[in-house]
């Protein structure tokens, strides 16, 4: 029986306590083993009794319960993963000190195991010097702490100081274990690039990912355009836009500045990311152009369509009894890719296409990477219940420098650092690449 990871769930004293409960409950739902420590102050917004019969598990929040088993120890020592949802400005400060004067904060010492914190507090206090230089040094030392979101706070505010979407928390939660499970299956084995064409596999985590985009402007397409063939009918395609606002996430939460494109999306806006909605080819383009102009980066993970109809009906087009309907003639699209990989006016500047292949997978994306002229180009296999719309993926990274990568199938978010990984080791011209035990 596969063994279930064990996530401890820190919960601290704030309003948006109960938020967590929806968290713990996508966590257990979804396989995994949770048990709950809240602070004393956070058991007066949500009680004991919630936690356990949502966990399945007693709720430790004493030190000196169960003495015998060490909690205080324990906890963290046995954690695959540690989340705090919601992390308040006081918790930060005691976690970033290093002090140990309650279970969670204990657990926090003790554990040796990714680290999530999703802060949650008025806007004055996460603005506040005390408060950003606290976040700074917990990044430092390796912990992933969720930038909060904007939105209503306690009573009459708004601003940003909100805890994230609980669906978001438990996206970072599976991506924080899958590379961390990532590393122990890859031994720092030194070594240089393989052969142009062999698989490599590159490191799934660098030791510390925070703010190491700060200073960059990234532009990424996200989603599917839509092609009208009457006021009421359209070309479509089956994207969500699921990989492309993982990318926009993820590069906001390493410190890039983040313009998304958004074609034709259900999804909520990321947070600390512009977003600008299209609808066609047409507007996409003109969209993504614009904002790359000046842009360290462009990832075009949007699904473009190829042709558009030549002619749009002014009116619903009618169906008619014993007769059949005019052929729909189509034409060409812009390439926007192609467009922006042929403008090399800023050398600097990294473009990454993606490719949905049915079949014949790696010889088409290679193909298409050579077309295409971009530096990097993903690909990965679609159809009914892979890729569009799931929650999770997996591709072929091919650098046109390079060997190409393999991604193992895991959250959109694991994809979409491993990404930025590729993008940022072409700025600095690292290669970081482990070569594997067998060809490929």
Not at 108 to 137: F, G, Q, S, Y
Not at 261 to 289: C, K, M, Q, W, Y
């Amino acid at each position: 029986m596969t063994r279930r990871p064990e996530v401890v769930l820190g919960v601290s004293g704030g309003i948006a306590a109960y938020k967590a409960c929806e968290l713990l409950r996508r966590l257990t739902e979804s396989g995994h083993a949770v048990t709950v420590v809240p602070t004393a102050s956070a058991l007066r917004f949500v009680g004991a009794p919630t936690w356990a019969a949502l966990s399945g598990r007693p709720v430790a929040d004493e030190v000196w319960v169960d003495v015998h088993e060490v909690p205080h120890v324990r906890l963290g020592q046995r954690a695959d993963l540690v989340v705090v949802a919601p992390a308040t400005a006081d918790l930060m400060a005691r976690a970033a000190h290093g002090l140990a004067n309650d279970l969670l904060t204990n657990t926090l010492l003790t554990a040796r195991c990714p680290v999530v914190l999703a802060p949650a507090m008025h806007t004055e206090m996460w603005e506040h010097p005390a408060t950003r230089e606290n976040v700074a040094t917990l990044r430092r030392r390796g912990v992933t702490v969720v930038e909060p979101a904007v939105g209503r706070l306690t009573g009459a505010d708004t601003g940003r100081g909100r805890l994230p979407d609980p669906a978001d928390l438990f996206a970072e939660c599976r991506a924080a274990l899958t590379r961390a499970e990532g590393d122990t299956s890859l031994p720092d084995v030194p070594g240089g690039p393989t052969e142009p064409g062999e698989p490599a596999v590159v490191s799934a985590r660098p030791a510390d990912r925070s703010d190491d985009l700060a200073g960059r402007r990234v532009v990424v397409s996200a989603g599917g355009t839509r092609e009208p063939l009457d006021p009421v009918r359209f070309l479509g395609n089956r994207s969500s836009g699921k990989q492309g606002y993982a990318l926009a996430r993820t590069a906001a939460a390493r410190g890039a500045r983040v313009v998304l494109v958004a074609a034709n999306t259900s999804l909520p806006d990321p947070e600390g990311v512009e977003t600008i909605t299209v609808e066609t080819t047409a507007e996409l383009r003109e969209a993504v152009l614009a904002a790359a102009t000046g842009a360290d980066a462009v990832v075009m993970a949007a699904a473009v369509a190829d042709f558009r109809p030549a002619h749009r009906a002014a009116g619903k087009i009618k169906k008619r009894e014993g007769e059949d309907p005019e052929p729909i003639r189509l034409v060409r699209n812009p390439d926007v890719l192609a467009e922006l990989a042929a403008d090399r006016s800023d050398p600097r500047r990294v473009v990454v296409g993606f490719a949905a292949e049915t079949d014949d997978v790696l010889a088409n994306g290679e193909a298409k990477l050579a077309r295409k002229g971009c530096d990097l180009l993903v690909v990965n296999r679609v159809g009914e219940g892979v890729a569009f719309g799931t929650e999770d993926n997996e591709a072929v990274l091919l650098d046109a420098r390079g060997p190409r990568e393999e991604i193992p199938r895991g959250p959109k978010e694991d994809l979409a650092h491993r990404v930025w990984d590729a993008v940022g080791r072409r700025w600095s011209g690292e290669r970081d690449i482990r070569p594997t035990s067998g060809g490929g």
